[in-house]
């Protein structure tokens, strides 16, 4: 359904409607600010790493046959030029390494997280995600938020999809383990203040 | 055991990162990217080839006419210079069943000796330019 809409708004942008090219803006534009984001890791830069993935997207879109989905196009297209913007750059992206020893449960990591407010709670989890290497915040994110299938995500990221299960059984381990120790503070600091 | 953790892991993910959504760009995202693309509409110049196709039909049309007059015309060539370097003209001339006879000045020699040097010199020189502006690395 989506794609059937996308393809009404991409044949009037072909023709120069660009009101109708903001449409598909307006609707990809926190996905493909979000992946930007995870990449770079700036918010400024990522701005600017978005807009560019729009415009160079219009000027490619009669190379667009329709064949994958619009979206998966778009954020192949966003997943590379931000890929791009880092290596003209030359920036190193410091990610945080993690080593959580013990053992711990998810539920009670889940309940535990369930007792924080809404806000607070989304704000850790985006942190969260930020700290990851850049490719498992968007392999988390395109997976889990987009509900994107591996062969999917494949042909944005351009690795298998049995490459791809791997990595986003070590990411979401790895999401898990920093969720838990930004939490442990939070609740000993909230008791502090009490 | 192990298969029902992973589970419970997946679904707590897929939860967390549900509700925590997407990240914004600014508000004024989409107007920005509309305005860059209409100025780079206004500013894209029309393809238009350095030498038009009517010249290129004039450039054909004397050439042509040359050859013709050297082949057909009462033209007579000397091939001096080609003398002074040793090498026979008979051939040429019988080729056109008449004298080759074409004088060329020594100084009109020169100047088409280094302007052809000019013009390898600069070739060089452009790719050099272009292959450093367009070329990564």
Not at chain 1, 160 to 180: E, I, W, Y
Not at chain 2, 44 to 64: D, E, F, M, N, V
Not at chain 2, 83 to 103: C, F, H, Q
């Amino acid at each position: 359904m989506s794609q059937n809409l996308d393809q009404h708004y991409i044949e009037r942008a072909l023709n120069g409607d660009t009101r109708a090219y903001a449409v598909l803006i307006d609707r990809y534009k926190h996905m493909v600010y979000t992946m930007a984001a995870q990449i770079v890791k700036n918010n400024e830069d990522a701005e600017e790493v978005a807009q560019d993935v729009f415009l160079k997207a219009f000027k490619a879109l009669n190379s667009y046959k329709g064949d994958a989905k619009f979206s998966t196009w778009l954020y192949k297209i966003a997943y590379y030029r931000s890929l791009d913007y880092l290596k003209k750059k030359q920036r190193r992206i410091s990610t945080t390494t993690i080593d959580v020893s013990r053992e711990y449960s998810i539920s009670a990591l889940d309940s535990e997280m369930d007792d924080m407010e809404v806000q607070e709670r989304q704000q850790m989890v985006k942190k969260a995600i930020q700290q990851l290497p850049e490719d498992d915040g968007v392999l988390i994110t395109l997976h889990y938020y987009e509900e994107l299938s591996l062969k999917e995500i494949s042909e944005i990221m351009g690795n298998s999809p049995n490459a791809l299960k791997v990595r986003l059984h070590r990411a979401r381990k790895k999401l898990a383990d920093l969720l838990k120790s930004t939490v442990e503070p939070e609740i000993l600091n909230s008791y502090g203040g009490k | 055991m192990e298969e029902n953790k992973e589970k419970i892991l997946d679904q707590f993910i897929e939860k967390t990162v549900k509700e925590a959504g997407l990240d914004s760009p600014s508000m004024d995202f989409t107007s920005v990217v509309l305005s860059k693309l209409e100025s780079q509409k206004s500013t894209i110049t029309a393809y238009k080839p350095l030498i038009s196709s009517r010249t290129w039909a004039i450039l054909i049309a004397i050439l042509s006419a040359t050859g013709i007059w050297v082949l057909f015309g009462k033209a007579e060539f000397e091939f001096r210079w080609l003398k002074g370097l040793g090498l026979d003209t008979s051939a040429i001339s019988t080729y056109m069943d008449r004298p080759v006879n074409i004088e060329l000045p020594d100084i009109a020699m020169y100047a088409i000796v280094i302007m052809a040097l000019f013009a390898l010199l600069q070739a060089i020189l452009l790719k050099a330019r272009w292959d450093k502006r367009f070329l990564p690395g």
